[in-house]
């Protein structure tokens, strides 16, 4: 199988050379990777262009800055490396963050996936960050001396990233089929595309499959800087995702109740109560995900 890699970057001079040369060193070398700068402001241009001129696999494709947007911003700017190529002929699109160390049999590992399981719709193995409770931006744990392309894990310093289960394809390394990313009509430029697509490819008949025996390095833990705004951007995923309010209150409470938060609760139906954009979503998507989400609810109780 042919494998697109697109990699959205913005401000990534300190990951992005372990990220590329971790693909640069893959077993399986049928791919094409395309870096999308958008309008960094360091050295990240300089660093890509490097591995473009020693590699003919990586392109780069250069951009003004975009609008910041969580969520939103990171699909423009992969859609924007997906329309410098033509992709029909390839097999597999990947989306994989920057600050991604990938180990060197990771692409053999999805392959095989896809190559043995017709229905694998959305692909990817485990995530896993530096242990970080004692600086949640991570940066000052870093060594400066560490070889990020061994796996081996033998103090156990690299952890799970505890934010959703392992069945969960992350958005820091979702690999799509090529007909399954069709049948979705691509990424949705929202704030929890990287929800909506699982559910998108279920709808489809698709199965949502994670590794969970091989890992990645993500080098900084996932929207650290977004933590004291986590409750209203729920509110927003929320419905952005489709839920009615029964299912937000459901979903919001599970959350609150997770993090030790009554006001969390309030915080995120509040948000969720004041949006008024019209969803990215037809009216069947939304049947399907509130049907989707109601049984799953139903079953954790056995019904």
């Keep these: 199988m042919k494998f697109l890699i697109i990699i959205p970057a913005h401000n990534e001079e300190n990951n992005i050379s372990q990220c590329l040369e971790s693909i640069k060193n893959q077993i399986f070398k049928d791919f094409v990777c395309v870096i999308v700068n958008d309008g960094s402001i360091d050295r990240t241009s300089e660093i890509t262009n490097n591995f473009k001129v020693q590699d003919s696999r990586f392109k780069v494709l250069d951009l003004e800055k975009s609008e910041h947007s969580p969520g939103a911003k990171i699909v423009r700017t992969f859609n924007k490396g997906l329309e410098s190529l033509d992709w029909k002929g390839l097999d597999v699109i990947c989306k994989y963050d920057a600050d991604i160390v990938f180990p060197r049999n990771y692409l053999e590992r999805i392959n095989q996936v896809f190559e043995t399981n017709p229905k694998a719709g959305i692909v990817s193995g485990l995530v896993y960050i530096k242990k970080h409770k004692q600086n949640p931006e991570i940066?000052?744990?870093?060594?400066?001396?560490?070889?990020?392309?061994?796996?081996s894990n033998k103090n156990h310093e690299w952890i799970f990233e505890d934010l959703s289960s392992r069945n969960h394809v992350r958005g820091p390394v979702k690999a799509y089929r090529k007909e399954c990313f069709e049948d979705m009509n691509g990424l949705r430029t929202v704030l929890g595309w990287d929800n909506l697509d699982i559910l998108l490819a279920k709808k489809h008949g698709w199965d949502i499959v994670t590794i969970k025996d091989i890992w990645v390095k993500h080098l900084r833990p996932t929207a650290y800087k977004y933590k004291s705004q986590?409750?209203?951007?729920?509110?927003?995923?929320?419905y952005n995702i489709g839920l009615s309010l029964p299912l937000a209150i459901i979903s919001s409470a599970k959350s609150s109740f997770k993090n030790h938060s009554a006001k969390e609760f309030f915080i995120t139906i509040k948000s969720f109560l004041k949006q008024k954009d019209q969803r990215n979503l037809s009216?069947?998507?939304i049947k399907f995900i509130r049907n989707l989400r109601w049984k799953e609810f139903f079953k954790n109780f056995g019904l």
Excluded: S, V
């Design 139 to 151: 940066k000052n744990l870093r060594n400066p001396n560490e070889n990020w392309l061994d796996f």
């Design 230 to 238: 986590k409750a209203e951007k729920l509110g927003q995923y929320f």
């Design 283 to 285: 009216q069947e998507e």
